[in-house]
């Protein structure tokens, strides 16, 4: 069946401290692969998505390439702020499928202090 | 654009009785809507695909009766927890696809967080 596997949180940074959390899938076919950000006592937002191999999805400064062959999706950011503070789920959907299901990571608490 | 939205916000009832959920997409229709649990600290697991007008497709493990969907009309669903016990405490989450050709984002509401004592 599908994964998705995290790197295991929390993060706590320093502002202005680079930014990478691990993410690596399982799946079938060619899958969509997204990141979602989940601020506290809010739902999910999307925060950015890469659809085929070599795809980059970026958003907000974050960065995250689709890498087939390492089966990854990591997340990046240069420069991470205190308001990036959040919870940060890696996601896929299976390929082929309209209006699929989206199967998620763990989640990755991240903390960022001044 | 793109808001779903779910009501309550928070709920906490006495266990035995039965809890509905609203979820509804703001400013679109929905032909697809999911729910979501989630435990503190983990992931969401996906309960169910509701799509508007047939009967839902629960994942393995959920059981149907106990977690009742109801997908009306293209902008409502509803999750009704029946006979709720502390164990089914939770956080629970919508999302909504756009009922556009070839257009499959998932949009999220904000969550209901459902307390049993």
């Known amino acids: 069946g599908n994964s998705v596997t995290q790197m295991e949180g929390p993060v706590t940074l320093s502002e202005e401290a680079f930014l990478t959390i691990n993410c690596t899938y399982t799946?079938?076919?060619?899958?969509?692969l997204f990141w979602y950000v989940q601020y506290p006592g809010e739902g999910l937002q999307l925060l950015l998505k890469?659809?085929?191999?070599?795809d980059k999805g970026s958003n907000k400064g974050f960065e995250a390439t689709y890498r087939k062959e390492t089966t990854s999706f990591h997340l990046e950011k240069g420069s991470v702020q205190v308001s990036d503070s959040a919870v940060y789920f890696c996601?896929?959907?299976?390929?082929?499928?309209?209006?699929?299901?989206?199967?998620f990571g763990q989640g990755t608490i991240l903390t960022v202090h001044p | 654009g793109a808001v779903v939205s779910q009501h309550p916000s928070r709920v906490i009832c006495k266990s035995g009785t039965s809890v509905k959920i609203e979820c509804r997409s703001l400013?679109?229709?929905?032909?697809?809507m999911f729910w979501y649990r989630q435990f503190p600290k983990q992931s969401l697991m996906l309960m169910a695909t509701?799509?508007?007008?047939?009967?839902?497709?629960?994942e393995q493990g959920v059981e149907k009766d106990k977690f009742l969907i109801n997908h009306a009309s293209l902008t409502l669903s509803t999750l009704t927890v029946t006979s709720a016990h502390p164990e089914d405490s939770s956080f629970y989450i919508c999302?909504?696809?756009?009922?556009?050709?070839?257009?499959?984002?998932?949009?999220f509401g904000p969550g209901t967080r459902l307390t049993v004592l």
């Open positions: 999302s909504a696809s756009p009922a556009v050709a070839g257009y499959n984002e998932q949009f």
């Open positions: 799946a079938t076919g060619y899958p969509s």
């Open positions: 890469a659809t085929k191999a070599d």
């Open positions: 996601a896929l959907r299976a390929g082929g499928t309209s209006y699929g299901k989206l199967t």
């Open positions: 400013d679109f229709q929905a032909t697809t």
């Open positions: 509701s799509n508007e007008g047939s009967k839902a497709t629960y």
